[in-house]
């Protein structure tokens, strides 16, 4: 049985989260979904109504199978009107079941996942480090909210 306390790094790494700050990689595929129908198809495949979803923040939600079981949990963030990004650890499943009722909708959707890098950045200190990188403050933001970078913050 593997302990956190046995490994020196993973301790250093969780204790600056607890103290400082420390952030991560948690990209997971993204897919960018849009169109005049793309809140309506969303509300079709997940659980969560988003109708009240304002532009600029997310939500979590599952998606169920045709049983009722949940197959994918995903965040949804609303960029625009008619534009979303849903971030999910099953991206072919996500896919396959897209399929199944797209073409009822006016919608599209592209895997933005080789364009986009997503970050948690957490800990006391995590306001500090965001402020750095974002316009404006982070002061004042809700959880579940996104704004775009001050810089550039690509790697390519």
């Given amino acids: 049985m593997f302990y956190l306390y046995q490994d020196e790094s993973l301790r250093t790494q969780h204790n600056a989260v607890r103290t400082t700050v420390g952030w991560y990689d948690f990209t997971h595929r993204l897919f ?6 793309a809140l309506k198809f969303l509300n079709k495949m ?5 109708d009240n979803l304002a532009v600029g923040r997310a939500r979590y939600t599952p ?53 986009v890098r997503m970050f948690a950045v957490q800990g006391p200190k995590s306001p500090e480090v965001m402020d750095a990188v ?8 809700k959880f579940f909210s996104i704004k775009e970078p001050a810089m550039d913050l690509s790697t390519g």
């Fill in 134 to 141: 974002i316009d404006g403050s982070v002061e004042g933001m």
């Fill in 63 to 115: 998606m169920l199978d045709e049983d009722g079981w949940i197959c994918d949990d995903v965040i949804i963030f609303r960029l625009a009107e008619d534009t979303f990004w849903v971030s999910t650890l099953y991206g072919k499943d996500l896919v396959r079941r897209y399929g199944w009722y797209i073409d009822a909708y006016d919608v599209a959707y592209v895997d933005r996942i080789k364009e």
């Fill in 46 to 50: 997940y659980l969560s109504n988003l």
């Fill in 32 to 37: 960018e979904v849009t169109g005049p129908d």
